[in-house]
Nanobody, 128 residues
Framework: VQLQASGGGLVQAGGSLRLSCAASRRSISNYAMGWFRQAPGKEREFVAGISWSSGATDYADSVKGRFTISRDNPKNTVYLHMNSLRPEDTAVYYC??????????????????????WGQGTQVTVSS
């Protein structure tokens, strides 16, 4: 599966952005999906994840209540809605995919090592 992240940009603190991750070559309907970010000089960190069924989500503590992950399986796309953005949210944001057994309805992956496929990243810059 190929992943293409988009929607990043420059926004003022308190603003909003919606990131999209479009998948191609195969359906992501049986993939757990996630968003990660990496700031300069820092390790890549988990931001949000969603099970293949959309029945479960998980978020990093730093974004809970501000970010929402969602997916549209017929459109083969995953979204990250980001509100109340802060300068510390500035990073390159990556989407990732992990194929899972369909019995794992509520499984959300939170570690980089659990994902097999990665998009190229989209830059989000939040100015103060």
């Amino acid at each position: 599966v190929q992943l293409q992240a988009s929607g990043g940009g420059l926004v003022q603190a308190g603003g909003s952005l919606r990131l999209s991750c479009a998948a191609s070559r195969r359906s992501i309907s049986n993939y757990a999906m996630g968003w990660f970010r990496q700031a300069p000089g820092k390790e890549r960190e988990f931001v949000a994840g969603i099970s293949w069924s959309s029945g479960a989500t998980d978020y990093a503590d730093s974004v809970k209540g501000r970010f929402t992950i969602s997916r549209d399986n017929p459109k083969n796309t995953v979204y990250l809605h980001m509100n109340s953005l802060r300068p510390e949210d500035t990073a390159v944001y990556y989407c990732a995919a992990d194929q899972v057994d369909l019995s794992l309805i509520l499984v959300v992956r939170t570690r980089t090592s659990e994902y097999d496929y990665w998009g190229q990243g989209t830059q989000v810059t939040v100015s103060s």
